[in-house]
């Protein structure tokens, strides 16, 4: 039985070490239902380990990270049913079509049977992949592509979302695509974790912005303000001036 009364995603004094790099360092998150939690950073800043550890892929160092209720090193099989997730680049299976790809994820998160043609058919269509359904994956282009991921981590329609860099190569059109799609799965009272680069497209979508810097939660900014990019460093800069740290 899932254990009831806590958000979707919780870490609480989460470390991560890769030898002597300290990667996540004494992190607390959470991401509620309904909302958009939103990671940003400078590259090696841990927002893709985090997820990483969320999702049960890396064991942590020291403290929790919990997905559904559970230590995602432990959560029971019937718990990844829920959750759809997108880390770094998309993952597909070179030889297979772009339909049987997104069928194989289907099949993977518990989906059978008469339901699965229809959701690979809405899927097909919601991501604008229908010209291409016939095609390997390996001839598809890179913003093609990550449609393709993206439907395969959310053929399932789940309510439990990680997305790393989900707009990723896509054009301005398919970066609009995006915006929407998260803004429906809010309605749904889904919860999403996301992480980008693009802090105009965050402050767009996201309820909250966490910065990362070194691992750490350095600071917070309110997507409805303004220069989100000059606060961003302030932040970082204010972090490596505390802890003596060089500046990058």
């Keep these: 039985m899932r254990p009831a009364g806590s958000p979707p995603l919780v870490t609480k004094d989460l470390v991560r070490r890769f030898g002597d790099e ?33 999702l049960g892929m890396l064991r ?11 230590d995602a090193r432990h959560a029971p099989p019937q718990t990844w049913v829920e959750v759809g997730h997108l880390i770094e ?12 790809n997104i069928a ?11 339901r699965l043609d229809e959701i690979v058919d ?16 390996d001839a598809l282009s890179l913003g093609n592509r990550q449609r393709l991921g993206l439907a395969s981590a959310l053929v ?4 439990v979302l990680l997305l790393d ?14 915006r929407r799609m998260l803004e429906t799965y809010v309605q749904r009272d889904a919860a999403i974790l996301l992480s980008s680069h693009h802090l105009d497209h965050l402050a767009r979508i996201a309820d909250r912005i966490t910065v990362l810097h070194r691992g750490r939660h350095v600071g917070s900014l309110d997507p409805s ?8 460093f302030d932040l970082v800069y204010e972090s490596d001036l505390a802890r003596g740290e060089p500046h990058r």
């Design 60 to 70: 942590p160092d020291a403290g929790r990270a919990m997905v559904l209720g559970f």
């Design 165 to 178: 860099e989900p707009a990723n190569a896509l054009d301005p059109a398919g970066v609009v695509f995006i």
């Design 104 to 114: 194989a994820s289907g099949l993977l998160h518990g989906v059978e049977g008469a």
């Design 89 to 100: 680049t998309p993952f597909a299976y070179p030889e297979l079509s772009v339909r049987s």
């Design 122 to 137: 809405r899927a097909v269509e919601e991501f604008g992949l229908g010209h291409w359904e016939s095609k390997r994956a």
């Design 156 to 159: 399932h329609q789940p309510s």
């Design 225 to 232: 303000g303004v220069d989100l990019e000059g606060q961003f």
């Design 22 to 54: 300290v990667a996540i360092d004494g992190l607390d998150i959470e991401v509620r239902r309904g909302e958009i939690h939103a990671v940003v950073g400078l590259n090696g800043a841990g927002k893709t380990t985090l997820m990483r550890l969320l």
